[in-house]
């Protein structure tokens, strides 16, 4: 069905179903909602690039995934979180335009992005602590959001995160009432402002217990599986190994596992197990009992609320910058218990 079929179906002039597929104010709520509901029974989807004029907008948002291996980009994580920005675009009838970036690279395509007009906006993800791309898109006057924060951004800016340092302080502080004195952290890239902040909760924790920070203890890389197994099979070989590791990802919890059963060791018994982003559809944390103890947040749905605040601020540009600070959940699963000796 056409523009000019729809019209015919409802009665109405081409201009005022138009109109009102594109948001026009003078269009009365009522013929609106019924323009709407008709559109959506007949599988009627405005063309975009008409659209585009009629509004001057270009009905797109923009993602720039750096091609460099020292963004925290390249796993499920990023495909559950665009798949969930993807949900409130469609809702908005936005388009989603993906281009790839070596890393200096990034601020041209911007430019090019902002010069052309092809995108409204720009979702950016994987903050680093002082991320160039925040006032590259502050100068260039466009609307953009941000999947985490910067800490050494100044100014306000959209920005949507999980309380990262309260989640792992909270992690650390339960492993601790267990009884584990030795605790160790496999860590993200700590450039991340993610990464960042949860070795700022760890430490404050066993700070607070009288405890020392041990770098033996303690990784920081590219979150993959091999880099769980292979960070907890050197730390267990150690003469005074951990009895429990704090984890920023399931996907390197399983490395984690892996390790742990390799050295003749149970999970949940010998050794206790925390991670983060559990939450994610192809790496589904057990069933009824979760598998893995964890600091539990949907990505997929911090990518749905994130997009839904970037396109508010498109269609409403002088609005103030919005902040979302979501809290995880701490949800007990097998992988805790104890610390060895102590019941």
Known sequence: MNLKQLSEHLGLSQTTVSRALNGYPEVSDATRKKVLTAARLNNYSPNTRAKGLATGRAWAIGHIIPISTKHEMVNPIFGDFIA??????AAAGFDMTLRLAEDDHIETLYREMAAKRNVDGILVQGPAMDDERVHILQDLGMPFAVHGRASSATTAYNWLDVNNSRAFERATNFLLDLGHQRIALINGLEHMDFAYRRRGGYETALSARGLAIDPQIMRAHEMTERYGYTSTRDMLSQPNAPTAFLVSSIIVAIGVRRAIEEAGLKMGQDISVITHDDDISYF??????????A???SVREAGRILAQILIDQITNPTAPPVHRLLEAQLMVGQSTGPAPGRT
């Open 295 to 297: 600091t539990h947040s």
């Open 84 to 89: 969930g920005a993807g949900e409130s675009y």
């Open 284 to 293: 589904r944390n057990g069933e009824e009992i979760p598998l893995f103890t």
